[in-house]
């Protein structure tokens, strides 16, 4: 026999799959950004050795240069103007370090519980998703 749920059950679902589609996005973004802003410092490089094409090219690209160039500054203004000292850590050890940084090592090492650390961390992600204007 099926258990049906209640409307507040319903809700809270609805609720946490929104929450979590939320988080990836945002964590999505927050990886690409890595390899944005590599491709950018590797692209100005380039331009003032004088050289266009380094390596071939086999995907015509998605984006312009600028659009690459603005995601990488408004992501950079979050973490910077919006987050506070705890958030953007736990963000920078969390998604754009080379080797990520542990639930447990980051919560430990900034004196934070479990509880503490994981508000800390999604309040981060929802405010880069609604500086981003994700949501």
Do not use: C, H, W
């Not at 927050?30 to 490089?45: I, P, T």
């Not at 000292?85 to 430990?108: G, M, N, S, T």
């Amino acid at each position: 026999m099926m258990a049906t749920l209640s409307k507040s059950e319903n809700k809270k679902n609805n609720e946490n799959g929104f929450e979590r589609q939320v988080q990836k996005t945002v964590t999505e973004e927050l990886k690409r950004y890595k390899a944005l802003k590599v491709a950018m410092q590797n692209k100005n490089e380039l331009k003032a050795a004088g050289i266009d094409v380094l390596f071939p090219s086999i995907v015509k690209l998605e984006q312009s240069d600028k659009e690459k160039e603005l995601k990488i500054q408004q992501i950079e203004r979050v973490l910077y103007e919006v987050l506070d000292d705890i958030e953007r850590r736990i963000i920078e050890d969390k998604y754009l370090k080379l080797k990520p940084v542990k639930d447990p090592e980051l919560f430990y090492d900034l004196g934070l519980s479990k509880n503490q650390f994981y508000d800390k961390k999604r309040q981060a992600l929802n405010q880069i998703a609604q500086a981003l204007r994700i949501i």
